[in-house]
């Protein structure tokens, strides 16, 4: 098993940040990719951006591409997903995710929560005027 913990979830106005962090209380991610993905009210859970933790190589959903932006802290141990010019769209409750993966390789391949192995609780992002 790999703990996983969410953080950073809250409430802003259309326009606002936020900013998610993903913590496997101190185990080094190192041959990991970690993922986030969201699932709002009546939908699937689905990726929004992920990174292999190996190489520093990112995938973004294209609905989020440009306004959120995916990184790691240099111990390896935290990623961070740092979301610009949010819209109402993006409510949802945000999942960290992680799969071990080797370097070179993405750390998605469709985006979709099979293919990720441990999950955090998730943390709520609410964005309305």
């Known amino acids: 098993q790999l703990p996983v913990v969410e953080s950073g979830g809250g409430s802003v106005q259309p326009g606002g940040s936020l900013r998610l962090s993903c913590d496997a209380s101190g185990v080094d991610l190192d041959q990991y990719a970690v993922g986030w993905f969201r699932q709002g009210p009546g939908t699937e859970r689905e990726g929004v951006s992920c990174?292999?933790?190996?190489?520093?190589?990112?995938v973004y959903a294209d609905s989020v591409e440009g306004r959120f932006a995916i990184y790691k802290d240099s111990a390896n141990r935290l990623v961070h997903l740092q979301m610009n010019d949010l819209k109402p769209e993006d409510t949802a409750v945000y999942y960290c995710?992680?799969?071990?993966?080797?370097?070179?390789?993405?750390?998605?391949?469709?985006?979709?929560?099979?293919?990720?192995?441990?999950w955090g609780q998730g943390t709520q992002v609410t964005v309305s005027a």
């Open positions: 990174i292999n933790m190996n190489d520093g190589g990112t």
């Open positions: 995710g992680a799969v071990p993966r080797l370097p070179r390789t993405s750390c998605w391949y469709r985006g979709t929560p099979n293919e990720y192995d441990y």
